[in-house]
């Protein structure tokens, strides 16, 4: 999870702010309980008292199959000033390693560029998802598969950073990219793409 830090996350060629989380503004909700792969869930006891295993292993692997990517994850951590550092190569993605791991309790996030010079990068696609469609994220040699449920754009001088960052009580995930208009006197985009996505 965050902690009280300012950052900023390099995406594209703008940046997205990340402050400390406020309390969670209910975006649990979004999950239902026929989204819920736990056979217990919705107040029945589990006889048994057992729960699922914890997931191990680093998340290695990114696929959404509605826009065609496929890639391999990179690391993404905090640079000297405080700014998560954006991914090395333009076509593939990054999870933020300091924060929630997806399939973990907590809202993992997973950023990547836009496009550059060169053309379209790995999220080019991303302002195609839908509520209903699938990702997947290959971590320790098992698949977590998340369910987008909102897409929304953002002004990075208004980037509502409690309702992306904020705590949840399940395992969410975001995938952030720059976009809107290209300011070309800083060289950045306006705002930012948040796909939000439920596990399951």
Known sequence: MLVATLAGLAVAT???????????DGLGRWRTAEASTDPFAGGVQ???????PALQGVPARLK??????????????????GELEAPEDFAKAGWYADGTAPG????????????????????????????????????GGTTVRFTVTLTAWYPKTAFPTAKVY?????????????????????RSYKDNLVVYAVAG
């Open 64 to 81: 959404v199959e509605a826009i065609g990517v496929d890639t391999p994850l990179e690391t993404l951590r905090l640079g000297k000033r």
């Open 14 to 24: 703008g940046y997205l702010m990340i402050r400390t989380p406020g309390e969670s």
């Open 166 to 186: 904020g705590p949840t009580p399940d395992s969410q995930l975001r995938l952030i990219t720059c976009g809107g208009v290209f300011d070309h006197r800083l």
């Open 46 to 52: 589990n006889p048994f008292g057992t729960q699922a």
């Open 104 to 139: 973990d309790l907590g809202p993992a996030v997973i950023a990547g560029h836009v496009d550059n010079k060169r053309g379209p990068a790995v999220f080019y696609r991303l302002r195609e998802l839908e509520a209903g469609d699938r990702i997947e994220v290959v971590r």
